[in-house]
């Protein structure tokens, strides 16, 4: 099992180290040459182009079933989920088949309402209550991942 981080916006890479140390899993950043950051010594990184969707196609191109991503794209854990592999956002919103397609619809509207010039109200500022409600999901989906793995 392999963690990817869609790491350009993400903010939870340092209890996404936590977790994967504590279950010793291989984690990778993925994040474009605009992003870099300093590395945190545990993860691998691996820097891709500013190209639109640059960093989504390297994640799926390279995620194998029962992986782990991280990602607040719905678009990118929609793709993750085909490749039967396990994603969650940073908010700790676990994806799956049940609530991807809702969510795209969901995804689909607001980009419809700004195309006709009206405005949607983005995500709350995040914050600790969310960074905790992150460490319990994946705790959760990396428990999901080695004890009921996709066949």
């Known amino acids: 099992m392999i963690i990817y981080v869609d790491a350009d916006a993400c903010a939870v890479k340092k209890e996404t180290v936590q977790i994967a140390r504590k279950y010793n899993i291989e984690v990778v950043m993925v994040a474009s040459i605009c992003h870099i950051t ?3 010594g545990y993860s691998r990184y691996l820097i891709v ?22 990602t607040d794209d719905y678009g990118l854990a929609s793709m993750v989920l085909m490749k039967r592999a396990f994603c969650i956002s940073s908010r700790g919103l676990i994806y799956n088949l049940e609530n991807i397609d809702r969510l795209m619809m969901q995804r ?42 996709f066949e």
């Open 38 to 40: 300093k590395e945190d």
């Open 49 to 70: 182009d500013s190209g639109d969707q640059s960093v989504d196609m390297t994640i799926v191109n390279r995620v194998n079933k029962n992986d782990v991503v991280i």
């Open 108 to 149: 689909y509207i607001g980009q419809q309402i700004r195309k006709g010039g009206g405005r949607v109200k983005g995500p709350s500022k995040h914050g600790k209550e969310d960074d905790l409600h992150f460490i319990q999901g994946l705790d959760k989906l990396i428990y999901e991942a080695q004890y009921n793995p």
